[in-house]
């Protein structure tokens, strides 16, 4: 029999539910790129109407979405306002210099939350040597764990537009931002122009994103898709298990906050190890050691013992909870890391 282990790499890893492989199995579809999945069709309706906007189109993935946005809201040579730590700088290969064509013009944030003031004194005037400011994008949750406060996300939201430029929000986890601030998707989403967001993170959809906004977008955001080879023919195989997400896994995404809380206070616990608790916002936990360790041997150690981790990020570990990983799986990571520990001393 295969052999089961504790994943905590990312809520990417979640496997689907039953119901979703029933759904799945069930699927009406139809060849998409004709408009004839009503599946597809159904997730769209639905997803559009989970953030608040116009419509919604069904993408591969939060990366090909993220793209997709910058490809509709610019022309090459603009120029991109985005975090200097954001998945669209850091973890997407570059694709916005070869899709896009776009600069990018990085912001600092602190711990993942922007401050306006920067975003604004980086909006460029109109000078013959300049490009031109296309776009603005944010981030929420942000990759380090953070969430940003409404307050901000609407400050930022009226610079963009009191400069006649549109907001993209990479929402990959907006439900868990939307847990975190106790508020409905909606609100957040309505602080950018476009939004994407993720069906198979924690919500445990096997393949899918969404990208939103009006339907004007939309439309062109269609053709953007089938150029970038994104335009799927039967998928509504895969968007009934996206309609499974949005319907039956948003609200229990605030119990993978809660377990990462349990896990993050166990981890404290030892001396060793030192917890980014001013992150703790959403379901990851962030953690470095205090002295340094042998990372192969740790990461190795784990997986031995059946616990899949990632190697750390610039010193920082990351472990993420989600719905394949109960309390007592939480236990026995802990209890493993306590053992690792010790086997070093
Ligand atoms: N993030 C993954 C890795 O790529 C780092 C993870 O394990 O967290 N935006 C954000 C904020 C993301 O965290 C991710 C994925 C994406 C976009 C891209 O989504 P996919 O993996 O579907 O392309």
Same mark, same amino acid.
């Given at each position: 029999?295969?052999?089961?282990?504790?994943?905590?790499?990312?809520? &990417?890893?979640?496997?689907?539910?039953?119901?979703?492989?029933q759904?799945?199995? +069930?699927a009406?579809?139809?060849?998409?790129?004709?408009?004839?999945?009503?599946?597809?069709?159904?997730?769209?309706?639905?997803?559009?109407?989970?953030?608040?906007?116009?419509?919604?189109?069904? *993408?591969?993935?939060g990366?090909?979405?993220?793209?997709?946005?910058? =490809?509709?809201? &610019?022309?090459?040579?603009?120029?991109?306002? *985005?975090?200097k730590n954001?998945?669209i700088?850091m973890?997407?290969v570059?694709?916005?210099?070869v899709?896009?064509? *776009?600069q990018?013009?990085?912001?600092?944030?602190? #711990?993942?939350?922007?401050?306006p003031?920067e975003?604004e004194?980086?909006i460029?005037?109109n000078?013959?040597?300049?490009?031109?400011?296309?776009?603005?994008?944010?981030?929420?949750?942000s990759?380090?764990?953070t969430?940003i406060d409404?307050?901000?996300?609407?400050?930022i939201?009226?610079?963009?537009?009191?400069?006649?430029?549109?907001?993209?929000?990479d929402g990959?986890?907006?439900?868990?931002?939307?847990?975190?601030m106790?508020?409905?998707?909606?609100?957040?989403?309505?602080c950018a122009?476009?939004v994407?967001f993720?069906?198979?993170?924690?919500l445990?959809?096997p393949?899918?994103?969404?990208?939103?906004?009006t339907?004007? =977008?939309?439309?062109?955001?269609?053709?953007?898709?089938?150029?970038?080879?994104?335009?799927?023919?039967?998928?509504g *195989?895969?968007?009934?298990?996206?309609?499974?997400?949005?319907?039956?896994?948003?609200?229990?995404l605030? +119990?993978?906050h809660? #377990?990462?809380?349990f896990?993050?206070?166990m981890?404290?616990?030892?001396? +060793?190890i030192?917890?980014?608790?001013?992150?703790?916002?959403?379901?990851?936990?962030?953690?470095?050691?205090?002295?340094?360790? #042998?990372?192969?041997?740790?990461?190795?150690?784990?997986?031995?013992?059946?616990?899949?981790?990632?190697p750390?990020?610039?010193?920082e570990?990351r472990?993420v909870?989600n719905?394949?990983v109960?309390?007592?799986?939480?236990?026995?990571?802990?209890?493993?890391v306590e053992?690792?520990?010790?086997s070093?001393?």
């Open positions: 029999m295969k052999k089961k282990y504790v994943d905590i790499r990312s809520d &990417t890893v979640t496997l689907p539910t039953q119901k979703m492989r759904a799945m199995f +069930e009406e579809v139809g060849d998409d790129v004709y408009g004839d999945d009503p599946t597809v069709k159904r997730l769209e309706a639905l997803a559009a109407k989970k953030v608040g906007k116009e419509a919604a189109l069904f *993408v591969p993935s990366t090909f979405g993220n793209e997709l946005a910058l =490809f509709t809201h &610019t022309k090459r040579g603009d120029e991109v306002i *985005v975090d954001s998945h700088v973890h997407e570059g694709a916005s210099a899709i896009a064509g *776009v990018l013009r990085t912001y600092e944030s602190h #711990n993942g939350i922007p401050n003031k975003i004194s980086l460029r005037e000078d013959i040597h300049y490009p031109p400011t296309a776009l603005i994008c944010l981030e929420n949750p990759g380090m764990g969430v409404l307050k901000t996300m609407k400050k939201s009226q610079i963009a537009h009191d400069h006649k430029i549109p907001v993209h929000l990959a986890r907006i439900f868990n931002a939307a847990c975190t106790k508020l409905d998707a909606k609100e957040i989403a309505a122009d476009s994407m993720c069906l198979s993170k924690g445990a959809a393949i899918g994103s969404m990208l939103a906004g339907k004007e =977008f939309i439309e062109k955001a269609r053709k953007g898709r089938k150029l970038m080879g994104g335009g799927m023919r039967q998928a *195989v895969i968007a009934a298990a996206g309609i499974v997400a949005l319907e039956e896994m948003v609200e229990r605030c +119990e993978d809660e #377990n990462a809380k896990l993050a206070d981890l404290d616990k030892f001396e +060793e030192e917890v980014m608790r001013e992150r703790l916002q959403i379901n990851m936990v962030f953690f470095k050691f205090k002295k340094e360790i #042998n990372t192969k041997a740790f990461i190795s150690y784990m997986f031995k013992n059946g616990i899949k981790i990632n750390p990020e610039a010193g570990y472990f909870t719905k394949d109960t309390k007592e799986s939480l236990n026995f990571v802990i209890d493993t053992n690792f520990l010790k070093s001393k």
